[in-house]
C-alpha cells in the first residue's frame, strides 16, 4: 500500500502550520504525528477487515503480520482488534523481530541465492516483483509516470 497522498497531506498540513505561525511547535509535531499514525491505522485496520471479510467462511489459519508495521504499537493493536472481530488468530512476531522490510527482503535474496537463482546486472528493479515465478501478476505493477 501507498501513503504517498496521505505523506502529502501532512507536508501540506506542516506547511499550512509554517504559514500560519512562522513555525511549528513540538505540541504541533507530536499531534502532525498522532493523526498519521491514527490515519495509517485506519486504513490499514479497513483494508485488512475487507481481506478477512472476503476470506469468510474459508479456514483460516491466522492473520499474520511481519515487518516494521507490526512494531507500530498502535497499528499492531487495532490489526489485533480486526483479527479478534474476524475470530482468526493474530500472529506477529516479538517486537525485537519486527525490522524493516528491507532486511526481509534481503534474507529472499539470500534463500534464492542458497538454491542457485541468480539475475544479471541488467535486471530491472521493480516494485511488487513477485518472488515466486509462479505467483499470478499483481495489480498496480508500480508502472506508471514518467519513471515506468
Known amino acids: 500500500m501507498s501513503f504517498s497522498g496521505l505523506k502529502t497531506a501532512l507536508l501540506r498540513a506542516r506547511d499550512a502550520l509554517v504559514a500560519e505561525k512562522g513555525g511549528i511547535t513540538v505540541q504541533d509535531r507530536r499531534d502532525l504525528c498522532a493523526?498519521?499514525?491514527a490515519a495509517?491505522?485506519?486504513?490499514?485496520?479497513?483494508?485488512s477487515r475487507r481481506?478477512?471479510?472476503a476470506c469468510a467462511g474459508a479456514s483460516l489459519?491466522?492473520?499474520a503480520v511481519a515487518g516494521g508495521v507490526a512494531a507500530n504499537r498502535a497499528v499492531r493493536a487495532r490489526l489485533e482488534e480486526v483479527a479478534a472481530a474476524a475470530g482468526v488468530p493474530f500472529l506477529a512476531p516479538p517486537l525485537a523481530l519486527c525490522t524493516d522490510n528491507?532486511?526481509?527482503i534481503a534474507y529472499a535474496g539470500i534463500e534464492l541465492h542458497?538454491?542457485?537463482?541468480?539475475d544479471g546486472m541488467?535486471?530491472?528493479a521493480r516494485p511488487r516483483w513477485p518472488l515466486d515465478r509462479r505467483a499470478p501478476a499483481l495489480v498496480g505493477g508500480g508502472r506508471k509516470g514518467a519513471k515506468a
Open 35 to 37: 493523526a498519521f499514525q
Open 40 to 47: 495509517v491505522s485506519d486504513v490499514l485496520a479497513e483494508k
Open 51 to 53: 481481506a478477512l471479510a
Open 61 to 63: 489459519s491466522g492473520f
Open 102 to 104: 528491507a532486511a526481509m
Open 114 to 118: 542458497r538454491v542457485g537463482r541468480r
Open 122 to 124: 541488467d535486471l530491472a
